[in-house]
């Protein structure tokens, strides 16, 4: 287990990156609601792990609903200056992860969602509220599974 350095300097930096995370991945909420993404859930996992900030998940309905959220979740991202790493499971469209660092969104069909869990893998998390970001898309966020 690595130790979390707690001088200011680093703790006001450490929290500056989770904000900017948060807001990153708010915005890629918005997206996955706009291109009618389902039980879209942000998790903030800065407290439970050093490795990444949250999860962003979404659950589609079709292979061509879940490219088209992966696709403008990348432009937009990357006009935020968000650095993709790596994207897997892409061309299978049952769970595609993209990997931007210190957010991964996760891009679910109905079927590996479920089995995956992610929500009760990391239910320790804190949920961030969605309302505000998704109130102008109509979508309602998910109150759980």
Not at 29 to 48: F, M, P, R, Y
Not at 64 to 77: F, G, K, N, S, V
Request: proline fraction near 1%; include cysteine; charged fraction near 25%.
């Amino acid at each position: 287990m690595s130790t979390v350095q707690s001088d200011p300097t680093t703790l006001a930096n450490n929290a500056q990156t989770v904000a900017d995370s948060l807001e990153s991945a708010k915005v890629a909420a918005k997206i996955a609601a706009e291109n009618k993404g389902q039980e879209i859930v942000l998790l903030d996992l800065s407290k439970q792990t050093s490795i990444f900030d949250c999860f962003l998940i979404v659950t589609g309905t079709s292979r061509r609903q879940l490219h088209a959220i992966a696709e403008e979740i990348d432009r937009e991202l990357k006009k935020r200056g968000e650095v993709r790493l790596n994207m897997s499971g892409y061309d299978e469209s049952q769970w595609i992860a993209i990997d931007y660092g210190g957010i991964i969104v996760h891009l679910f069909d109905e079927e590996r969602r479920r089995y995956y869990d992610l929500e009760g893998l990391w239910g320790d998390s804190q949920r961030v509220d969605l309302e505000s970001v998704l109130i102008t898309t109509g979508a309602r966020p998910s109150l759980g599974l």
